[in-house]
């Protein structure tokens, strides 16, 4: 995806060697993180989809009363391996934040993004234990689940979003002051990645549908999705291909932009994971959502929106022309 590409030093007269390989090095650990936190992402996927999170109760943050739980069931390790690593995702991040903040001059867009990435991770976690102490949980098919999650799927790819730009950022070496949002095109690279964020929501709670009511075939998934008797989580699957759809005009358009950027084979690859993603999502529909293609569309997804996100801040904030440049 060219994640540690050219980078172009911003603000730095006279840097020394050490100084630009501390530079390489934060704008891969930034993308480090990223990688880490799509890890995080699936396996909270695999809980929700094996009904493993009342594997430690209703406790927060303990697990079932334990800091380490005693002879653990599958559930229990399940559940427990992602608070693991959750916590983990909090120092890491925490480590961005200062290594970005110590590397950096003042007034560097990336500190503002790492900032906002440990506020979002802070707001992750609180929303996640309010799910496990309000038991949204395995078989809850309350509106009020639906709710909740919805919020935390929706601060979760802002969390990615967040961190995918703050290494972006990072290797562009722009300043908050330089960064501007304004025009039609930014108003419609906005209003595009609002839709691809629905996208996103709605195919999890389409995930959340087949979990909860899975059907012996495709003609009975049909007959859910347009039955009156139905669950409106299951009459509520269709919003995911529609909405896709409609998200997938807008990234035409980003990429015919991103091409006359300069950012072609960014867009290239964007194509590329959109066009994946289609398959995954007809695949999941054949195959009647097993949990490995559940995992496999959701890893596809969380792959196409940083790269979305990467394209869009090179159409709305294009790499300065700066000197010297230097190659990773």
């Known amino acids: 995806m060219g994640m540690a590409g050219a980078v172009g030093l911003s603000g730095r007269s006279g840097a020394s060697k050490k100084a630009v390989g501390t530079s390489l090095g934060l704008e891969r650990y930034a993308w480090g993180v990223v990688g880490y936190n799509v890890l995080v992402i699936l396996w909270g996927a695999l809980v929700r989809a094996t009904g ?59 500190r503002v993004m790492a900032v906002a990435s440990m506020v979002l991770l802070l707001n992750e976690a609180l929303l996640g234990a309010l799910l496990v102490k309000l038991g949204y949980v395995t078989g809850n098919q309350s509106t009020g689940r ?35 949002v304004r025009g039609r095109n930014a ?13 996103g929501v709605s195919g999890s709670l389409a995930a959340l549908g087949d979990t909860l009511f899975p059907a012996s075939s495709l003609r009975m998934a049909m007959e859910q999705d347009f039955a009156a008797a139905s669950p409106w989580l299951l009459r509520l699957r269709g919003v995911h291909p529609v909405s896709a759809v409609i998200a997938g005009a807008f990234v035409l358009w980003l990429v015919a932009q991103g091409r006359r950027a300069g950012a072609g084979r960014l867009a290239t690859i964007v194509i590329g994971l959109l066009g994946f993603q289609f398959a995954l999502g007809l695949a999941d529909v054949l195959l009647l959502a097993p949990v490995w293609m559940q995992i496999v569309h959701l890893l596809g997804a969380d792959l196409y929106w940083v790269s979305l996100v990467t394209l869009a801040a090179a159409v709305v904030w294009p790499r300065p022309v700066r000197a010297p440049a230097l190659r990773g």
């Open 187 to 199: 108003l419609w690279v906005v209003i595009g990645l609002a839709a691809t964020l629905v996208v």
């Open 146 to 180: 639906v709710v909740v999650l919805s919020i935390h799927l929706s601060n979760t790819l802002l969390l990615l979003a967040a961190l995918t730009l703050t290494a972006r950022l990072l290797g562009t070496g722009q300043m908050w002051s330089e960064l501007r």
């Open 52 to 110: 493993s999170g009342a594997g430690c109760g209703n406790h927060w943050p303990l697990c079932n009363g334990q800091v380490i739980p005693l002879s653990p069931r599958v559930d229990t390790v399940i559940e427990f391996t992602h608070r693991c690593m959750t916590g983990g995702a909090a120092f890491v991040v925490l480590g961005l934040l200062v290594w970005t903040f110590r590397a950096t001059v003042k007034g560097h867009a990336a």
